[in-house]
C-alpha cells in the first residue's frame, strides 16, 4: 500500500480494526484482523490467515452466486488483512428499531431472498447478525463479514445459521422480532422454495429446542 494513502477508523470489531480508505478515488475499507494476546502468537497467526482467507473466498464466491456483498479488492494474508469497496448506506442493526414496520418488513424480506441465494450456493454465512448487513438505498441489503463462512449444503449448518440468525434479532432489538423473522422467512422460501425452506426453519427450531434445553441443563 502506498505509505501516504490516509487510513480513517471506521470501527474497532472483536476481531478486526476496519478503516476508510481513499484507492483511486474510490472509497474503500481496509479490514485487519488484529493480534490476541490470550492465544499463542503461533496459532493466533494461523487463525488470523485462516479467517482473512476464508472471509475473501467466500465473500467472492457469495457475489458470483448474486448475493449483495462488498467487492473484495486485495488479500494480504501477511498482514491478515483485506481490502473491500465501501458500501455507503446505514448498518441494519441501527436502524431496525426506529424504522417504520412495513419498512422493516422490506428490509427484511430482502435480505431473506439475499441469504436464500446464499445457501442455494452451498454457502453459510457463520455470523448472520444485523451488525453484518448494511442497507443501501432502496432498501437494498449487503452481507458482510465473510470471516466464519463455510462451504456446506447440510441441513444441520443451514438450520445452525438461520437460527443464530433469529436468536440474534431477538437480543438485539427491542420490537417484535417475530414480524420481522416472518418477513425474513417469506424472501427466504421466495430463493429456495417452500419445500427446502420449510425444511431448514424446522431444523432452526429444533436447533433452538436444544439450545434452551441444553440452557436447563
Ligand atoms: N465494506 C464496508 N462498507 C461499509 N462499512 C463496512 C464495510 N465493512 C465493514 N463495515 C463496517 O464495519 C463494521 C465491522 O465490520 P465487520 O463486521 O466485518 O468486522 P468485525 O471485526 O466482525 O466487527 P464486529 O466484531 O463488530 O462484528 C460493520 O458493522 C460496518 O459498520
Ligand atoms: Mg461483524
Request: hydrophobic residues 40%; charged residues 25%; glycine residues 6%.
Amino acid at each position: 500500500m502506498d505509505s501516504s494513502t490516509k487510513l480513517t477508523l471506521l470501527h474497532r470489531g472483536a476481531e478486526a480494526d476496519l478503516f476508510t480508505l481513499v484507492l483511486a478515488r474510490w472509497k474503500a475499507v481496509l479490514k485487519r484482523r488484529i493480534r490476541k494476546t490470550y492465544r499463542t502468537a503461533e496459532l493466533d497467526v494461523k487463525i488470523r490467515r485462516e479467517r482473512t482467507t476464508r472471509e475473501a473466498l467466500a465473500m467472492h464466491a457469495a457475489k458470483r452466486l448474486g448475493v449483495r456483498a462488498p467487492t473484495l479488492l486485495e488479500v494480504n494474508p501477511e498482514d491478515c488483512s483485506i481490502k473491500m469497496n465501501f458500501i455507503d448506506g446505514v448498518l441494519a442493526r441501527n436502524v431496525i428499531d426506529p424504522t417504520s414496520s412495513s419498512d422493516s418488513i422490506t428490509i427484511f424480506e430482502n435480505f431473506g431472498r439475499q441469504v436464500g441465494i446464499l445457501h442455494n450456493g452451498g454457502i453459510v454465512h457463520g455470523d448472520l447478525t444485523t451488525s453484518n448487513v448494511i442497507i443501501a438505498p432502496g432498501f437494498r441489503t449487503f452481507m458482510l463479514d465473510f470471516g466464519m463462512s463455510s462451504h456446506s449444503d447440510e441441513i444441520e449448518d443451514i438450520g445452525v445459521d438461520l437460527h443464530l440468525f433469529e436468536r440474534s434479532l431477538a437480543t438485539t432489538h427491542t420490537r417484535d422480532t417475530r414480524a420481522f423473522m416472518r418477513a425474513f422467512s417469506k424472501g427466504y422460501r421466495e430463493t429456495v422454495g417452500s419445500a427446502q425452506s420449510q425444511k431448514s426453519l424446522k431444523k432452526a427450531a429444533v436447533i433452538a429446542r436444544r439450545g434452551r434445553y441444553l440452557a436447563l441443563r
